[in-house]
């Protein structure tokens, strides 16, 4: 059974740090692009920051210079580093998996594989 599993979320300050990890089950990550999304109350999922087989990476504008993405295939493990956080970053957390693992989309329609998801909550 194929499985995502999200930790790392929590409550921190405006201007603190958390990271996420995507773990997987069932799988092996390293022939997937991995993504992060989130998704704020009221407001649609958007994508953050994917990660490809080889590690070529995309980020939306909104978290560029912030949040770093990165994996680490012998742990079966993609991390998102979030530093600098803002109140507007409070979300749901979900790391997906696209199938094509050359792929930097980080439009969820291209992702087949999703988490429950980590709440982040940035208090201002």
């Known amino acids: 059974q194929l499985q995502l599993v999200e930790s790392g979320g929590g409550l921190v300050q405006s201007g603190g740090s958390l990271r996420l990890s995507c773990t997987a089950s069932?799988?092996?990550?390293?022939?997937?692009?991995i993504g992060w999304f989130r998704q704020a109350p009221g407001k649609e999922r958007e994508g953050v920051s994917c990660?490809?087989?080889?590690?070529?990476?995309n980020y939306a504008d909104s978290v560029k210079g912030r949040f770093t993405i990165s994996r680490d295939n012998a742990k079966n493990t993609v991390y998102l580093q979030m530093n600098n956080l803002k109140p507007e970053d409070t979300a749901i957390y979900y790391c997906?998996?696209?199938?094509?693992?050359?792929?930097?989309?980080?439009?969820?329609?291209?992702?087949?594989?999703w988490g429950q998801g980590t709440q982040v909550t940035v208090s201002s």
């Open positions: 990660i490809s087989y080889c590690s070529n990476t």
């Open positions: 997906a998996a696209d199938p094509d693992p050359s792929s930097l989309s980080i439009s969820a329609r291209e992702y087949d594989y």
């Open positions: 069932g799988f092996d990550l390293l022939y997937y692009t």
